[in-house]
């Protein structure tokens, strides 16, 4: 988004004059739109159309009255209430109002606030129709808008070598400017016309005004006594100015000098040099952060209503393109791991269809063959040795021990029969190839504590077995009548042999 350059418009009497922020000086003269060229607000709406700008309102008019008022403490809403009707008795002519609460003088039941008016609207206001046209559209953003008077006293604030209270005097281009500070806050403001063209000729109006600003502040209680006065001037018009002094004064006099700063000699010094002065000084302070909205009026309100509805607008944007973006992220890395795991899966599938290849090229080594009779012949004898349980011997020895719930296996070996057809047609059979290798299990039994006698416990057993089985079984006792050893034989279920292909 382009970034709004910092102007400065100031408003007088001849017209309207577009400063633009530069450096540390106060500005640079961009633009002049005459109050006596019937086209310059059509001209100001083209010049405001261009680049986006942020510009600080500043009247500098003598149009301006002051007035403080004491109001009754009450709640905020009852004050503004009572604010406004104060405002619309005193200024019935104008919107361009405002109001500014001062500092307590030590009244208990009511507080003094400053009503302030532009009391010419018609000086102003075409200049903020063309504003208001141009911040419709989005082309400016009003900071704020003040006056002349408020841009000294925020100066004067700052200064901390002045009195608290005092009366200031500042020519400024339509006349002498009088101003008054009470606690350093700005408490009544005037502006005495310039009835001649020369500083000289003005000085007899400017002494006569001054002695009667003196009698009405005293008469209204707004100083404690005579109030000091300093003028605010160039060095070069000091002696002219030391005379507006009335007879009987205090004396109390001082001068400030403030140098015109850089870029005002190249303009016309018809107004003097003081008058140039103050206006770069109002320029500097127009810069500053702290300018307020002192003067208010309801195309004023509808731009900020513009404006905060256009940064909520911008706001809203770029929370949704900050959410879009991290939701673009978070699916750009789902894709990029969902891409590697991809990239994982073919490079296994590759792997695969090369190990599919390489089978299909030497699937005549693995063809059934002699080879592979030999391995089945090998792995037939391994089963069939003692070191590895067949599941027909676990079963006869299964049947044995179920039919002794007190026995205790000891040991325990078999031995399967050999050939095509290992299984004998009886049982007798397969006693008498026993030596011959048909299938027996050979256990050797401890009785438990609850066994019967071994005699009778080995004859029970031999008995159930050949009931059951059909097959006899042989009892041996141990030496000491502690042990039996068992031999039985019984008839293994007969397992087909899988069909075998010939290698091509």
């Excluded at 027909?392 to 021990?401: P, R």
């Excluded at 005699?455 to 006899?472: E, K, Q, T, V, Y």
């Amino acid at each position: 988004m382009m970034i709004a350059a910092p102007y400065t418009l100031v408003i007088g009497a001849r017209g309207l004059d577009a400063w633009r922020h530069a450096g540390n000086s106060g500005g640079v003269h961009a633009q002049t739109f005459a109050a006596a060229d019937r086209d310059a607000p059509a001209r100001l709406r083209a010049w405001l159309g261009g680049a986006r700008r942020r510009c600080t309102l500043v009247a500098d008019v003598i149009d301006e009255r002051h007035i403080v008022e004491s109001l009754p403490r009450a709640a905020r809403a009852d004050r503004r209430v009572l604010i406004h009707r104060r405002l619309a008795r005193h200024f019935p002519e104008t919107t361009l109002t405002g109001a500014i609460a001062l500092p307590e003088g030590g009244q208990k039941n009511s507080a003094p606030v400053l009503l302030i008016a532009l009391t010419r609207p018609a000086l102003i206001m075409p200049w903020l129709e063309a504003l208001g046209e141009a911040g419709a559209q989005g082309r400016i953003e009003v900071r704020g808008f003040t006056s002349a008077p408020f841009l000294l006293e925020q100066w004067y604030r700052r200064q901390r070598g002045l009195p608290a209270q005092c009366l200031l005097l500042a020519p400024s281009v339509d006349g002498m400017r009088q101003l008054f500070f009470r606690q350093r806050r700005l408490a009544f403001s005037r502006v005495i016309p310039a009835r001649a063209a020369a500083l000289a000729d003005c000085l007899p109006a400017y002494r006569d005004e001054l002695a009667q600003t003196l009698a009405w502040l005293a008469a209204q209680r707004l100083s404690e006594g005579s109030p000091p006065i300093r003028i605010l001037a160039a060095a070069s018009e000091r002696a002219a100015l030391g005379e507006l002094i009335p007879a009987g004064g205090n004396g109390d006099t001082a001068f400030i000098e403030l140098i015109s700063p850089p870029g005002t000699q190249d303009r016309a010094q018809d107004d003097g040099e003081s008058a140039w002065a103050i206006t770069h000084l109002l320029l500097r302070e127009a810069r500053l952060a702290s300018v307020r909205r002192h003067y208010d009026c309801p195309l004023l309100q509808r731009l900020r209503r513009l404006a905060a509805v256009r940064r909520a607008m911008i706001a809203a944007t770029a929370a949704l393109v900050i959410a879009v973006a991290a939701a673009a992220a978070f699916d750009l890395a789902a894709t990029r791991r969902l891409r590697h795991e991809t990239g994982q899966t073919e490079a296994r599938r590759l792997a695969s269809q090369d190990e599919i290849g390489r089978l299909e090229t030497h699937a005549g080594d693995m063809a059934p063959g002699g080879a592979l009779d030999a391995w089945l012949d090998r792995a037939e004898h391994l089963v069939r040795a003692p070191g590895i349980a067949p599941a027909a011997a676990l079963d006869a020895a299964a049947d044995l021990l179920a039919e002794a719930p007190w026995a205790r296996l000891d040991a325990l070996a078999w031995s399967m029969p050999e050939g095509d057809d290992p299984a004998p047609s009886t049982a007798t059979a397969a006693k008498e190839r026993h030596a011959g290798g048909a299938a027996a299990i050979h256990m050797t039994i401890a009785p438990g504590d609850t066994a019967p006698p071994p005699r009778f416990a080995a004859d029970a057993l031999a008995a159930r077995w050949l009931h059951r089985h059909g097959a006899p079984a042989r009892v041996l006792i141990d030496a000491d009548g502690a042990l039996l050893r068992l031999d039985a034989w019984f008839e293994p279920p007969a397992i087909p042999a899988p069909p075998r292909e010939d290698a091509p």
